[in-house]
């Protein structure tokens, strides 16, 4: 079987839901019925952790708009990271948009937009640096010879002062007037992309807002809601809130109440929902040719077990995309595991996943260390979990795997090691049966830390290999 890669989730135009495995198109329905029913702006923020699909649901949501002949914009803030002012780089990604506009719309659209640009003048953040410039020199031409001219400066600064207050007072209303006239003028180039159509206003996707630069996003944020505030417009920010909230409080201090910061600027927030997480693991193995792979050259449980693991450490979905991608070039370049090895490769993949240190850790001198450390990672995770197959005692089944490692002696029988553990780790009756129980999972299955490191080793060689993994 050839070896394959998982690309990004194929957008379909005239289907956009068609390769939706996670139960998108009720919310997009919803979210579309919600923004169509505001005459004035709103910013809406579509809140969700890294890696649980943010930017693939906001293109399928930009893809069904676009077949409801809403007109949309789609921003990616990361990739204008680079420029100095946000204003501009909205301003440019609007601008690129009248391309797809037609005929009179198209005529007017330019019309407008060149207006946008001439205020943009005015309104970039670095707007008033030259004055000040300008400034600097006048006071260095009353230095001379190296001395200050005392009486001079104090002269130049009374008349600076009293210019000043007059230049601010006339600044600020000309601001106040060229601020008018951009917001009416982007309303103007709003309803061109709208056709004059009042329930259909121009949606501006902005997206990776949390990966930028602190100050930029605080900047994308304070533009979005002061400068675009304009009837026809509506913002979808897709990002982490948690994770904006850490650039914010970089900015403005540890101290910061930033729910109460972010609602000055977001109206409202939409917590996406994660659905059919075990669809999404499907895809992945379908996408991969992993399904086969696996049910013919493994253990009947891997997949199983697989799943388990995902809902016990709460992997996102681009962690379990990463998880793929490992265990499907470990699969395809090493024959020397067992089948029931493969047990013991996708927990250590987990590991590597959501706790590098951990997995680190494992080395030839320090196996009891490693897997006492292990056991204790598993009850932590398990102790949230709510377990959804309880007569399949996963759980308990990767304990075995692990015991089986340190088995203090190869005579040992496995009630034995079970008791042993029971009495370490002071469990319960009812743990202790289902350790039982899930003993003819195990079978003559065995492990020992060379199978480890094999696999530890496997893994680190599969890093090499650069895949591309952005299906989410």
Wanted: aromatic content about 12%; glycine content about 4%.
């Amino acid at each position: 079987m050839s070896l394959k890669k998982c690309s990004q989730v194929e957008i379909d135009a005239a289907d956009p839901f068609k390769n939706d495995v996670l139960d998108r198109k009720a919310n997009i329905k919803i979210l579309t019925q919600f923004i169509t029913s505001y005459e004035q702006s709103i910013v809406l923020c579509i809140d969700a952790g890294w890696g649980q699909g943010k930017t693939t649901f906001i293109k399928m949501w930009q893809q069904y708009l676009k077949n409801q002949d809403i007109p949309t914009i789609y921003f990616n803030a990361w990739e204008s990271d680079y420029t100095d002012d946000a204003l501009i780089a909205l301003i440019g990604e609007i601008g690129l948009a009248i391309d797809n506009l037609s005929g009179e719309d198209k005529s007017k659209a330019k019309g407008f937009f060149s207006t946008l640009k001439n205020k943009i003048g005015y309104l970039a953040k670095d707007a008033s640096s030259k004055e000040w410039l300008t400034i600097g020199a006048a006071i260095g031409s009353l230095i001379s010879g190296g001395r200050i001219k005392v009486d001079k400066i104090a002269e130049f600064t009374a008349n600076l002062g009293a210019s000043l207050a007059k230049d601010q007072i006339e600044k600020y209303e000309k601001s106040k007037q060229v601020l008018f006239e951009f917001k009416q003028a982007l309303s103007q180039l709003a309803e061109c992309y709208c056709g004059n159509d009042d329930n259909k206003p121009l949606v501006i996707f902005i997206d990776e807002l949390d990966r930028c630069r602190p100050n930029f996003a605080i900047e994308i944020l304070e533009k979005a809601k002061h400068l675009f505030n304009v009837d026809n417009i509506v913002f979808v920010l897709a990002t982490d809130k948690t994770q904006l909230g850490h650039s914010i409080r970089a900015v403005y201090g540890q101290g910061l109440d930033v729910n109460g910061y972010l609602r000055r600027f977001i109206d409202f927030d939409y917590l996406l929902p994660i659905l059919n997480e075990s669809n999404f693991i499907d895809k992945l193995l379908q996408k991969f040719s992993l399904d086969k792979h696996l049910e013919s050259n493994t253990a009947c449980l891997t997949v199983p077990v697989l799943k388990y693991m995902i809902g016990l450490y709460k992997l996102t979905l681009r962690e379990q995309e990463a998880l793929c991608n490992i265990l499907n070039i470990v699969a395809r370049t090493n024959n020397q595991f067992k089948k029931d090895d493969y047990y013991l490769l996708c927990f250590l993949i987990v590991l590597k996943l959501k706790f590098p240190d951990l997995y680190n850790n494992l080395n030839k001198n320090n196996k009891n260390n490693f897997v006492d450390k292990a056991l204790k990672n598993i009850n932590s995770q398990y102790s949230t979990y709510i377990e959804i197959d309880i007569s399949g005692y996963y759980f308990e089944f990767l304990e075995l795997i692990l015991l089986t490692v340190v088995r203090p002696d190869p005579s040992f029988s496995n009630e034995e090691i079970i008791d042993k553990y029971v009495r370490e780790y002071e469990f319960d009756d009812t743990k202790k049966q289902k350790l039982i129980k899930s003993l003819p999972m195990l079978g003559q299955y065995r492990a020992n830390i060379h199978t480890l490191l094999c696999i530890k080793q496997a893994i680190e060689i599969s890093t090499s290999f650069k895949l591309d993994n952005a299906a989410t």
